[in-house]
């Protein structure tokens, strides 16, 4: 389990700046098209004559909110995902704690054992 940790980190690291760079990407080709058109209702009150455009421009805007989510989904979810991680790593040194603090007890039993019966002899 601990191994997939550090490739999972990665992915989700990756996926977050991917849609970073898609959400900029898209803005810019929006800005592109018009430079003050940057939501559907600002689009719906202008008259654009060519409807591709109009069909782009849509596509696009359609495309940066999948992205923002996209973006927002993965940012939450590397979050929580960090905040899991960190509680089962903690699980995991209080296991190895516990159990390194038998065995230090198990061995001062045995070391007053030892010693108990060498003076008996």
Known sequence: MEYYFKYIFMFLFFFIILSLYAKLKLKQAIANFYPEINTKQELKKTSISDRKLTTNLTRNLRYLKIANRTFWGGLIFYVLFSIF???YWNIK???RITEALKLK????ELRKNIESKSNDD
């Open 85 to 87: 991680s960190i509680s």
């Open 93 to 95: 040194i209080n296991e």
């Open 105 to 108: 007890s198990s061995a001062a």
